[in-house]
């Protein structure tokens, strides 16, 4: 099942990630660099524990969320509460971290 998943995303990610909107991207990523600074240990463990979550949501168009993506969506929108993107896009840019 793992092999597969990670054949589809192969397949998908790299479509995905050039359709994304660079507007959007450019914010949720430099929010992202910023809010390093003070809780970088937390925080990036928080979002590569995402990452597997983050694909699986992105490949099935949103359908399937886990519960590790949850709280990095969660985490990223009371840190960072400027940001007006959906969770798809923002699972998007945790996969590009």
């Known amino acids: ?18 359709a994304m909107d660079l507007t959007t991207n450019t914010l949720v990523v430099s929010g992202y660099a910023t809010s390093k ?3 970088a240990p937390f925080e990036r463990k928080l979002m590569l524990a995402a990452q597997d979550d983050a694909a699986m949501f992105v490949a099935s168009g949103g359908t399937l969320r886990g519960a590790r ?11 960072n509460p400027q940001f007006h ?13």
């Open 69 to 79: 993506l949850e709280a990095a969506l969660m985490h990223l929108r009371q840190a």
């Open 37 to 39: 600074v003070t809780s």
């Open 85 to 97: 993107a959906d969770d798809l896009e923002l699972a998007q840019a945790i996969l590009i971290q």
């Open 1 to 18: 099942m793992r092999y597969l998943l990670s054949l589809l995303l192969m397949l998908v990610v790299p479509t995905i990630a050039h």
